[in-house]
């Protein structure tokens, strides 16, 4: 197979396979300024009239998902889209080389602490079933996963922040591929005016890679193609670290801090996030490791309304997932609505619906 192989096409009718890969054909050249329009549609129409589906150049692929990312109505962090670097590993469809590249994305794009955008859009067949690339053991959030894993043969080793290992679905067969030490990149969490919040042991992994999205482009379905940006604080801070049902560190926090926990008035919850934060924005930037916070990225979110307002397009957006969790009414997008119809290209969440074997790596 070539690195332009044919992705799995969606259940749907050839006519609207058509009509979708007409539209972002056109739209892909007349944002690059490609020439040669009509030419590239007779030559897509003929290939579905002949085999049923359609093969994406690597440059329509990469522009694809920038525009995807560009699309994400729940995403604060659409300003770099077109920064996203998209690897075309369509070739790529056995779980041990599928493993081996994530490995390498991994790596490339935490690079060194100055995180880049990055996906790899892996070959048919193969799916990723974790939700991100790391993802902890002792999270709550990851319950119903674990107990998956545990179907293919993973036994937890108990640990605090146990890193789970990948699943990864390819050639009919799921395995299963821990990830190294080195291969995980963490920050321990402590607080430069407060020693004993860092006697909590709180950590988090530096980079969010989603990888349970289908990325689906002009009528084609890629269902393996992990990306990252870089985290805001808060997502860890007020979400993954704090929310009751997560690691709720709250108490403990506000504990370290010597609040008064026994009146809500004294709005200890509010203070003990407020330093959570404070202490996860410091303890990112002294390991070199990047990190927006919740003002900085809603501004950058306005400067991208500017400039997609200068190309003609509407931005939509959920506005409940662009406000951030702490301070919401401090940030510009605070007093704005959008409009959240979904549009092409786009990520998809696809529940994983069963295997067809087990194994181990």
Known sequence: MTAETVATLPAEPPAELLAEAEAFLTLFHTETGTPGLAGRLAQMRHEVAQTGSYTLTPAELSHGAKVAWRNSTRCVGRLYWQALEVRDLRHVSAAPDVFGHLLAHLRDAFNGGHIKPLMSVFGPGVRILNPQLIRYADDPLNADFCGLLREFGWQPRGERFEVLPLAIEAEGEVQLFDLPKNAVQEVDIWHPDYPALADLGLKWHALPVISDMSLEVGGLRFAAAPFNGW??????????????????????????????????????????LLELNVAVLHSFEAAGVKLVDHHTATRHFARFEEREAQAGREVRGKWSWLIPPLSPATTP???????????????????????HGTGRS
């Open 333 to 355: 997008v605070w007093g704005r609505r959008y409009r959240a119809r979904e549009e092409k290209p786009n990520f998809v969440r696809c529940p994983y619906a069963g295997a």
């Open 231 to 272: 985290y805001m604080q808060t997502e860890i801070a007020a979400r993954d670290l704090a929310d009751a049902d997560r690691y709720d560190a709250l108490p403990a926090v506000a504990r370290a801090l010597d609040l008064d926990t026994r009146r809500e008035r004294s709005l200890w919850r509010d203070r003990a």
